[in-house]
């Protein structure tokens, strides 16, 4: 079964059609956030982590939070280059988690909670 949310799969194919340099996206990952007792979002599919050359990475992560953007598509969190983006801000903050130098990283509202049926 492909379990990926309806946002993530989404954003997935305007993301295809918008960046066709990007050369991978990875969806479902049963798994907590490294170092933390929480599940990553990647765990119910709700989230996307998107590879390819560097500047393509750094014009999709500006891209995705902007203000109009975001909103439409539901983008709650974006990972990139050791900062954190989210909705709940509109801004960039420090990112003491796993760098994200190689991917971008992406998830959706609604942002899921508890324990994912992957795990049950
Ligand atoms: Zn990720």
Redesign the pocket.
Known sequence: MDTITKPASKFRKKIVRKFPTVTGI?VF?CRKILGSDSW???AWGN???IFGPRHTLARLAGWATGRFISRVWKVQTV?WQKQIWSYDWHRWEPYDGVA?TT?V???FRPRKTGVPPCAQ
């Open positions: 990875g990952n990553s979002q990647h989230a996307l982590d990972i994200h991917h990283h992406v998830d």
